[in-house]
Each structure stands twice: as structure tokens, then as C-alpha cells.
């Protein structure tokens, strides 16, 4: 079996329509960052990790619903409540200030809870504080992160391919990051350390499958006559070389994530969502970004090639003579 | 032939020997995400922001020292106490029944001090000036707004035994109030009381009005005020005050009683007036054990106090006869009991209404010692057993299926070499538990998806390297010759695809904390091994396969 052997897409013809289907992308996202700010204040929707706050994960023995946990916890009053996988369980939300002791607020919930439900009826699974200090301390250590690792791999990239790869897998990444951070904040995915994990795993896959790609293209512009090729054709031609690869490697890899979307239980299904969509998006973006990326540097900035600046440089010797 | 390659096997046996005795010899550990337990991240409390930078350090290693003994002594398996940076300590236990508990012994400051009770008449003249400090500092509106009092309370709104100010023991009747009876004892104080009340009916008592008659001691003077448990909150706003601390007289402190009292099916503090300084603190304790009292058989903690500290003792037990020591933990009164005669070095402390649990957590942690200065939690996460169980059996479920397509995937793509690449990720999966047993490191739930993902950088690195093959096949090259092209042609991918993952890796290690540094770890292991696994172990495979055949025989990729 080899699929997509030998194939011959004319992806770079597509390229246009591809920056259409971004763009839209990146403009519903850009939408739903909006209405985050419109409604809540914030861009994202931040968990407790980042904002600081109380999480207070409560398992029921019998059924209940959403309405009379919430009543339960003060009715109009009360703290953010979401279903958590299972039927009976609940997470309950409560935002913290600066004065109060994080132990008491979650003392609090469920105290109050255990005065509508039997306190042999429920139990508290999993209990997450985080005091405000410590969580702008997190969204800093969270940005410096995805800063760190975005300039460290694109120098490595400058160094091993030539400056002009570089910067095409710095637009490719910061293009996947901006369309994955547009569909966080558009669907209100919660923003939590296992998220931002996420994300840069996503930064990392997505470099991955540019830099196949680009390894391909380096190889065949140092094949004889790889200079002189159509820089669109030999692009092209890579990407189509590339393929089987791209398609069983990430074909495998969602193989995978699917199994531990469906079997892997409610805890790590937010963080395997994001890993699912970055998959999708590094692999688009290699082929219809960073390669074109590639071309327009190319085109609008010459040639990194020294014999074609060479060349170029006699031609406009001859012509002053 | 096989001397080509016998330097290679013994590489791979011997990498595969040692993952597999780390991982056999110690359990690979499981976060406390998978197993339930908790994570706590303390830091030194520093409401003013006064401790230099060396101080902070000096005072995290001693709290870190005395919480390690105290975590020791509760004994729970394999505690993680670690500082993290200059001033901040993280708490890791596992497998713990009671969070609370572990949380009281880890928190609590546990400084010890017994201070003498003094008669409320050392306080009483400075009462009116309290009550205007507290106006002074939170102005009259907001204090009317608070519905603070204006006047002494009718001790028969309350309770018929409780009165309503403080008299000196003897000749109070129920329902006589300061302002119209004044004990004789208290006069001049009341006098003031009267005076303004003249000048104002509506005058502000905000604190004067909450105090009721307390406890007493055995030459009849009464050292404690009873505070209904609805106006403790705002009584300990007051107490508070810089204002008023300020207006209090010199060397008195008050402080409450840490139990509520319960009388008359109402609820109570007691606010003891205590001479501030202590005579005697929990550094001259020798040591401590809870036990039952054999009248009531409520719960105590026995204590013995060292030399020095019984000197101190027995003078002060000598002079005090019939007067009330308070015995203060962190600030609140835990026992004021009278002395009845001279004390040396052993003494008791009653707990009201504690459970036995709750006794032998104070003898523990007095043992231990006191913490420099208070902590504050800065951030807790704890997973109780029963969700970390389900985590696990779904993570099983999702992994095992998961390595299963990933082998149906290959086998049925590769034909022979799928089968080479299937021994080559088993291989690869030894490493990385072994790998990650070596170093000690725990298994997150972040740290299952970061291994299945590494298990896709091993694929890939695998396919590049077949598919390489397969276009050197393509072009006619022999068998032989097709692979060591195909591995070579492939390195330069995989090589540049591992490092950046691994610098995404390490910077996540680096900043992460918790759960994402679990994710980070495995994930670097991970690309280490997958490149091991990919690059040698596979390809060793790939010269046993062809030691076998034939150089023009076919190979199956």
C-alpha cells in the first residue's frame, strides 16, 4: 500500500483560496475573541490556573440537576456551574479576592451543598485553589513560555535551513497560533495549564510537519539543477513528495487522539480536543502556508542562492558597461 | 555478517535491560492526578511586606524543616517537600484518607505562648476610648451603616445569667445595665460611659456594646467577655483596627478563645484581657502527647517542658495561686484553666469539644515545633481517590487502543518493516517507563498525553525513514543499498523535527509547574527515545532482516 504516492496536486495553485479559508477562520476567531471581551471582560476564558479561584469538582450519588445544585449554591447568586462527563458530577466555579482564604471559599460550597443533599449523598472528587497571586504568576510563566520556545526553535530553524525558512515557519506558527487561540476563545475552551500545554504541543507538531516539508525542499534545491528549477514547481513537487508521509504520520497521530477523545474520560478531554485541531491546522498550514510563505519571501526578497546573486550582480555590471 | 551488527544488539540489550530493571525494581510513580492526593504551594505570610529577601530564605528553610518533621511523623508514604524558589514551598501527599487533616498539621503556625489573665478592670477605663478609636477609624456613617450599637446591651435580651457589663463577681443582678447601676468597682469607669451617653443618647458603643459579662477566676475577678457568636466577625474587625490597638493600655492584649462557648442554647467567644507579653512559649517544650482526662474523658495534650521552662513555671504557678493562665495557640486562647497549686515542668492542655484525632494533631505538631511565621496556601489542588481510579482505568483503555491502531496502522502499511517498526515502539515504550522510573519522575495525566504524542513523533520518525526507503526502492536501487540511503536521507528530518519538539519540551519543563512539567518530562524522554528507537533500534532490525536474504532478494516495505 503507498497512498498519495506520486501524486500531483497543485497545491501552490491553491494558495490563494487557502489564505481565503484562513482568513475566514481567523476572522470568526478574531469575532469570538470580541464577544469574549464584550461579555466578560477578558479574551480568553480563563480557568482558575490563570484568574485565580476556587474549582470544586462534586460527584452525586443520585441524580440532580444543573438547576438544583444551583439553587443549592444560592440560586441567582450562584458560582458557575458545568456538568462534568458523567451525569452526576458537577463543577462548580467560584472566583476569589485578594482577601479571602482559599480554604474558606471552598469550605463554603461545600457546606452549602451539603445542606440541601444528604452529606453521605456526595463527594468532593477533586478541589483546585489557586490564590490570585499565583495565577498572574502563571498567565506570565504561560506567556513566557510560548515566547521562549517560539524565538529558540526559529533560531535553530535560521540556523539549519537558511534565514528565509525561518521566517516562514515563524509566519506558519504564529498563523496556527492565532487561528488555534481564535477557536479557543470562540468556543469558550477553558484556558487552564494542561490548555496552554496543548498549545504548545500544537507549536511543536506544527513545526514538525514544516520542517519535513522544508527538509525536502532544501534537499532538492541542492540536487543538481534544483537551482534553476521553478521555485513554484519545485515546491510543489516536495509538498506531493511529502505527502504519503504527512498523510500516514498525521492520519496515525489522530488515530491516537481519537481513542483518547472517546476512552480517555472527561479530565484530559478539553487538552485533547485542542491537540486534535492543532493536528489539523499544522498540517494544513505547512502545506498552504509556510510553503507558500517560502515563495513570497522568494519572490519579493530575491534569492539566497550565491551563484544567482553572483549572476545577478554580473548582469548589472554589463549593463553600467 | 552479523559482526556488523552484534556491537548493536548489545547496545540495545543493554538499554532495554537497564529500563527494564528501573522499571521492575521501582513502581513507576503516579502523579497525584492518577492516584488522588494533594498539592500545595505555601509561601511565608508577609501581610506587610517587611522581610528582606534573605530573610524570606532563611524563614522558608526553617518552616521547610519543621514541616518535614511534622509530614513525617503523620506518616505518609513518600511525601514531596520541596522549596521552590526563595520563598515558596511545595507539599505533595499521596494516597491521604483525610485532606483536612493533613492540611490543619501543614498549615497551622503552632506557636505556643502562656500568657497570664488579667481582671477586665485593666481594660475598663480605656473602653470609651476604644468605642472613639473605632469611630475615629471607620467614621459614623459606615458604623451606623454596620448597625453598630449605641448602647450597652440588655443582658436580659440575651440570656438571664449573662450580664450585661462587667462587674467584679459578686453583687450583679440580671438585668441591671453599667450605664443606670454602675458596680461599685467600675464607677469611674461607667462614670465616663454616663457622662457621654448624657451628651448624646445616640452615642456609638460599637465595641463596649458587644461585650458581655465572660469567665472568672478563683479570687473572684472576671478576666474574660462573653461575645455573642453573631457579632464575633464584626468584633474582630475592631480588634483590628490600628486605631485601636493603639488606644489599648500598654502590655494588654485581648484575644479569643478558639472554641465557641455554648450556654443557654446560644453560642459565645471569649475575648480574655491577657498581659501581652507571654512568660513562657513553646520553644521550652519538651514534648508533648495527647491523652484523655480521667474525670470527663474529654480529649488533652499532655506537655513537659524542659528546665528552664519549668523554672519559669513553677514561679510563675507560685505567684499566680487562683489566677487564670491562658495557654495561646496562634493567637487564640486554646485553655485558660486556674492554678491551683505549684506547676513544675508537666502540665495539660484541655481541649473543649475537640475530638482525639483533633488532640493528637496539636501534640504532633507542638513536637515538631513551631513554624517561624505563619504560611499562606497560594495554591491547592487535590484529587480524590475515586476520580484519580477512573482517570486511570479510561487513560489504560484510551492508551492500549490507542498503541493498537498504531500497530494495525503499520503492520498493514509496511507489511515486514511495519512489524520491525511495532518491535521498534515496543522498545521504545520500555525506555520511556523505565526512563521515566530512572529519574523518578511521576506519571500525569498530562503525562499520558504527552507519551502518546511522543508515540507519534516514533511513527513519524519511522515513516520518514520507509518512506525514504520506498523511493530508493523506486528509483532501482538494490535492497541493501535503498536502506542506508533511506535511513540517511531521513536523519536530517528527524534530527531537526526531534530538536525543536525537544526545546518546546525543555522550556515547558522549565516554566511549567505541576501537571504541565509531568507532560513536559515524559514528553522529552519521549523524543530522546523515540530517536533511539527510530534511528538505531529500527535500523539494527533492518540489518538482521537483511542478514537473512540475499542482496538482490526483494524486502517488503
Redesign the interface.
Known amino acids: 500500500?503507498?497512498l498519495f504516492?506520486k501524486s500531483k496536486y497543485e497545491f501552490i495553485r491553491l494558495r490563494r483560496k487557502a489564505y481565503v479559508v484562513s482568513g475566514v477562520v481567523l476572522a470568526l476567531g478574531i469575532t469570538g475573541i470580541g464577544m469574549n471581551v464584550v461579555r466578560t471582560g477578558t479574551w480568553q476564558n480563563y480557568g482558575v490556573d490563570f484568574t485565580g479561584g476556587v474549582l470544586v469538582?462534586i460527584?452525586f450519588d443520585q441524580e440532580t440537576s444543573d438547576s438544583d445544585l444551583r439553587e443549592a449554591l444560592g440560586g441567582v447568586n450562584a458560582p458557575p456551574i458545568t456538568r462534568f462527563g458523567q451525569e452526576n458530577e458537577f463543577v462548580v466555579r467560584a472566583p476569589i479576592d485578594e482577601e479571602s482564604n482559599?480554604?474558606e471559599v471552598?469550605d463554603d460550597i461545600a457546606a452549602q451543598v451539603a445542606v440541601t443533599y444528604d452529606r453521605d449523598g456526595f463527594?468532593?472528587?477533586?478541589?483546585?485553589?489557586?490564590?490570585a497571586?499565583?495565577g498572574e504568576e502563571?498567565q506570565g510563566?504561560?506567556a513566557?513560555?510560548i515566547l521562549?520556545?517560539f524565538v529558540?526553535?526559529l533560531l535553530?530553524?535560521a540556523i539549519?535551513f537558511e534565514i528565509r525558512f525561518g521566517v516562514a515557519a515563524i509566519i506558519a506558527t504564529a498563523h496556527d497560533i492565532l487561528i488555534t487561540l481564535g477557536l479557543l476563545a470562540l468556543f469558550r475552551v477553558e484556558i487552564s495549564?494542561?490548555t496552554?500545554?496543548?498549545i504548545?504541543?500544537i507549536?511543536?507538531?506544527s513545526?514538525?510537519d514544516t520542517?519535513?516539508v522544508f527538509?525536502?525542499i532544501?534537499?532538492n534545491l541542492n540536487k543538481r539543477g534544483g537551482r534553476r528549477e521553478d521555485p513554484y514547481r519545485l515546491v510543489n513537487r516536495s509538498i506531493n513528495?511529502?505527502l504519503?508521509?504527512t498523510v500516514?504520520?498525521s492520519?496515525?497521530?489522530l488515530?491516537?487522539?481519537l481513542?483518547?477523545l472517546?476512552?480517555?474520560?472527561a479530565?484530559?478531554r478539553p487538552?485533547?480536543l485542542v491537540?486534535i485541531l492543532g493536528v489539523l491546522i499544522g498540517t494544513y498550514s505547512s502545506i498552504f502556508i509556510a510553503s507558500p510563505a517560502l515563495l513570497e519571501i522568494q519572490r519579493r526578497y530575491g534569492t539566497a542562492d550565491p551563484r544567482e546573486k553572483e549572476r545577478k550582480r554580473a548582469a548589472r555590471r554589463a549593463a553600467a558597461v | 555478517m552479523l559482526k556488523s551488527f552484534r556491537g548493536r544488539i548489545v547496545v540495545i540489550v543493554l538499554a532495554v535491560g537497564i529500563c527494564g530493571y528501573y522499571l521492575w525494581a521501582r513502581d513507576l510513580k503516579l502523579g497525584l492526578d492518577l492516584q488522588g492526593g494533594m498539592h500545595l504551594v505555601l509561601e511565608i505570610d508577609d501581610p506587610d511586606g517587611t522581610f528582606t529577601a534573605e530573610r524570606r530564605d532563611s524563614l522558608t528553610e526553617q518552616a521547610l524543616k519543621i514541616l518535614r518533621t511534622r509530614i513525617d511523623e503523620f506518616g505518609v508514604e513518600e511525601p514531596i517537600i520541596q522549596k521552590r524558589g526563595s520563598d515558596r514551598i511545595i507539599v505533595e501527599l499521596a494516597g491521604l484518607d483525610d485532606d483536612d487533616r493533613a492540611k490543619e498539621i501543614i498549615n497551622r503556625q503552632a506557636f505556643l505562648e502562656w500568657k497570664l489573665a488579667l481582671p477586665v478592670t485593666e481594660v475598663q477605663d480605656a473602653l470609651p476610648r476604644l468605642d472613639r478609636a473605632i469611630v475615629t477609624a471607620l467614621g459614623e456613617d459606615s458604623l451606623r451603616a454596620l448597625g453598630a450599637e449605641t448602647r450597652v446591651q440588655q443582658a436580659d435580651e440575651l440570656s438571664p445569667e449573662l450580664l450585661l457589663f462587667p462587674e467584679t463577681g459578686d453583687t450583679a443582678r440580671a438585668g441591671d445595665t453599667v450605664v443606670t447601676e454602675p458596680a461599685p468597682e467600675t464607677e469611674a469607669a461607667a462614670d465616663t460611659v454616663a457622662q457621654d451617653e448624657e451628651e448624646d443618647e445616640n452615642l456609638l458603643r460599637p465595641f463596649t456594646g458587644l461585650l458581655l459579662t465572660g469567665g472568672f477566676d478563683d479570687k473572684g475577678r472576671m478576666v474574660s467577655y462573653n461575645v455573642d457568636e453573631a457579632n464575633v466577625e464584626k468584633a474582630t474587625m475592631y480588634l483590628a483596627l490600628e486605631e485601636f490597638q493603639r488606644a489599648l493600655p500598654r502590655n494588654v492584649s485581648l484575644q479569643w478563645s478558639m472554641d465557641p462557648l455554648a450556654q443557654g442554647g446560644r453560642f459565645y467567644r471569649e475575648l480574655y484581657v491577657l498581659q501581652e507579653d507571654a512568660f513562657l512559649t513553646g520553644d521550652q517544650l519538651q514534648d508533648a502527647s495527647a491523652t484523655r482526662d480521667q474525670q470527663f474523658n474529654q480529649p488533652e495534650v499532655l506537655f513537659e517542658l524542659n528546665r528552664r521552662g519549668g523554672r519559669i513555671f513553677e514561679q510563675v504557678t507560685t505567684i499566680h495561686e487562683k489566677e487564670r493562665i491562658a495557654i495561646v495557640l496562634d493567637e487564640e486562647v486554646v485553655s485558660a484553666p486556674v492554678v491551683e497549686g505549684r506547676i513544675r515542668n508537666r502540665g495539660s492542655i484541655k481541649m473543649r469539644g475537640a475530638q482525639m484525632a483533633e488532640a493528637a494533631d496539636l501534640a504532633l505538631v507542638l513536637r515538631a515545633g513551631a513554624l517561624p511565621v505563619p504560611l499562606r496556601i497560594m495554591e491547592e489542588r487535590t484529587v480524590g481517590p475515586s476520580l484519580g481510579q477512573d482517570s486511570i482505568d479510561q487513560g489504560q483503555i484510551a492508551g492500549i487502543v490507542g498503541i493498537v491502531l498504531v500497530i494495525a496502522i503499520m503492520m498493514l502499511y509496511y507489511r515486514a518493516a511495519g512489524v520491525l517498526a511495532v518491535v521498534a515502539l515496543g522498545i521504545y515504550l520500555l525506555l520511556v517507563l523505565g526512563g521515566l522510573s530512572a529519574l523518578d519522575a511521576t506519571l500525569t495525566l498530562p503525562g499520558i498525553a504527552g507519551l502518546i504524542l511522543s508515540i507519534g513523533m516514533a511513527v513519524d520518525a519511522n515513516v520518514l525513514i520507509f518512506e525514504r526507503i520506498r523511493e530508493e526502492l523506486e528509483a532501482r536501487r538494490a535492497p541493501r543499498t535503498a536502506v542506508d540511503e533511506g535511513f540517511g536521507n531521513a536523519v536530517s528530518a528527524i534530527v531537526d523535527a526531534n530538536i525543536t519538539t525537544l526545546i518546546t519540551g525543555l522550556i515547558l519543563f522549565q516554566f511549567g509547574t505541576g501537571p504541565v512539567r509531568g507532560f513536559a518530562v515524559t514528553l522529552c524522554i519521549g523524543i530522546v527515545a523515540s530517536f533511539f528507537s527510530a534511528m538505531y533500534v529500527t535500523r539494527t532490525l533492518f540489518l538482521m532482516y537483511l542478514s537473512g536474504k540475499r542482496g538482490s532478494d526483494p524486502i517488503s516495505v
Open positions: 500500500m503507498w504516492h469538582q460527584r482559599l480554604d471552598a463527594e468532593i472528587v477533586r478541589r483546585e485553589s489557586v490564590g497571586k499565583v502563571l510563566q504561560a513566557m513560555a521562549f520556545s529558540l526553535t535553530y530553524i539549519r495549564l494542561p496552554v500545554a496543548a504548545l504541543t507549536l511543536g507538531y513545526l514538525n520542517i519535513v527538509d525536502r532544501r534537499e513528495e511529502t504519503p508521509r500516514l504520520t492520519g496515525t497521530t488515530a491516537v487522539l481513542s483518547l472517546i476512552l480517555g474520560g479530565v484530559i487538552f485533547t491537540l
